[in-house]
Nanobody, 122 residues
């Protein structure tokens, strides 16, 4: 049984930083591309970033380029998202995702986590 569990969300002031973590079990972690998506109230879920199974290739949405960094530790089955210079518009539920194809998009995700809330106050 595959489990994908996020952690690290919280409340932060604009300009601050947070690091999200995602641990996956029940799958061969380094066979999967991993990614982060987010969904704000009243909006559609959107992709934030994804990383290839080896970590050698990454993708970022334009809205987070230069502020967010995705990384993975295959030995620990863990995915990270370092978020710096956070803005109120980054407020959303952040979801970890896993899929066998890269890059990850909404339609080719195989497994989703339950999400972790990030709230950025102005």
């Amino acid at each position: 049984q595959v489990q994908v569990v996020e952690s690290g969300g919280g409340l932060v002031q604009a300009g601050g930083s947070l690091r999200l973590s995602c641990t996956a079990s029940g799958l061969t972690f380094d066979d999967y591309a991993m990614g982060w998506f987010r969904q704000a109230p009243g909006k559609e879920r959107e992709e934030v970033s994804c990383i290839k199974w080896s970590g050698g290739s990454t993708y970022y949405a334009d809205s987070v380029k230069g502020r967010f960094t995705i990384s993975r530790d295959n030995a620990k089955n863990t995915l990270y998202l370092q978020m710096n210079n956070l803005k109120p518009e980054d407020t959303a539920m952040y979801y970890c995702a896993a899929g066998v194809t890269y890059p990850l998009w909404l339609w080719n995700v195989d497994y989703w986590g339950q999400g972790t809330q990030v709230t950025v106050s102005s």
